[in-house]
C-alpha cells in the first residue's frame, strides 16, 4: 500500500459526459502529478503541482482536461465532453519536495468511454 | 522533445535466466528512476540514480547509470517467477521537474 488512494477506481461513461477524478496524495508529499497510461505505453504525464500551485499544464491532452489542487491536498482532474480515445488508466502520483524523484503511485482510475 | 527508449520491448526467459533491459535518452538526465509495475498494478518505484557511472544493486537487481548520464540499465539475475512485470525507466531532462517515462520492458517467466 503506498498511500496515495484514487477514487473512483473505474468510471464508466457515455461519450460526450464529464467526468472527473479524484487523487489523495501521501500527506507531507507537496508534489502530485497526474499521468495517462494506455495499454503498452509508459504513463504519460499530464499536469504537476507543488503545493496548491499548478507549475506546468501545457501537457494536458486538449482544453477539455483541467486540474485542481485546492489548498494543496487532494487534487481533481475533470475531463469535459469525453471522447472515445479518453479512454486510459489515470494515474495519480506524489513526491516529496526535495531532491529526490521518487514517486508513489495510486492504484488508478480506469476510465471506460462507450 | 525529451525521449526516452527501453528495449527490449518484451523478453521471454526460463526461470532461473538472466534479464536485462536497457534506457536511452535524447538529453542528458540529471537522474533517472527504475519502476516495476506487475500486471494489472500501478507503478511501484525500485530506485533512483543521480551520479555518472553509478552502479546500485538491491538483492539481484543490478542498476547502473551511464557515464554520460543518458543511458542505464537495469539486470537481474536468476529470475524468479515474482519478477514477472514491467520495468519502467524515467528521468526529467533539461533541469525540469518532468519526468519522461519510457515504454517499459515487459519481462516474461516461464518456470
Known amino acids: 500500500d503506498t498511500g496515495v488512494s484514487q477514487n473512483p477506481r473505474h468510471k464508466i461513461t457515455k461519450r460526450g459526459q464529464n467526468v472527473t477524478f479524484r487523487c489523495d496524495p501521501i500527506?507531507?508529499?507537496?508534489?502530485l502529478y497526474w499521468y495517462r497510461q494506455t495499454l503498452g505505453q509508459g504513463p504519460e504525464f499530464l499536469t504537476y503541482f507543488q503545493n496548491e500551485a499548478q507549475l506546468e499544464k501545457s501537457r494536458l491532452l486538449s482544453d477539455r482536461f483541467s486540474a485542481e489542487r485546492p489548498k494543496g491536498s487532494f487534487s481533481t482532474l475533470e475531463i469535459q465532453r469525453t471522447e472515445q480515445g479518453d479512454s486510459a488508466m489515470y494515474l495519480c502520483?506524489?513526491?516529496?519536495?526535495?531532491?529526490?524523484?521518487?514517486?508513489?503511485f495510486g492504484p488508478g482510475t480506469r476510465l471506460t468511454v462507450t | 522533445g525529451q525521449q526516452v527508449m527501453q528495449i527490449p520491448q518484451y523478453q521471454h526467459v526460463q526461470e532461473g535466466e538472466d534479464f536485462t533491459t536497457y534506457c536511452n535518452s535524447s538529453?542528458?538526465?540529471?537522474?533517472i528512476q527504475w519502476y516495476k509495475q506487475r500486471p494489472g498494478g500501478h507503478p511501484v518505484f525500485l530506485i533512483q540514480?543521480?551520479?555518472?557511472?553509478e552502479v546500485k544493486k538491491q538483492k539481484r537487481l543490478t542498476f547502473q547509470f551511464g557515464e554520460a548520464k543518458k543511458n542505464s540499465s537495469l539486470h537481474i539475475t536468476a529470475t524468479q517467477t515474482t519478477d514477472v512485470g514491467t520495468y519502467f525507466c524515467a528521468g526529467p531532462g533539461g533541469g525540469s521537474y518532468i519526468p519522461t517515462f519510457g515504454r517499459g520492458t515487459s519481462l516474461i517467466v516461464h518456470p
Open positions: 538529453t542528458t538526465l540529471s537522474n
Open positions: 500527506s507531507e508529499h507537496n508534489r
Open positions: 502520483a506524489s513526491i516529496r519536495s526535495g531532491e529526490s524523484y521518487e514517486q508513489y
Open positions: 540514480l543521480v551520479k555518472s557511472g
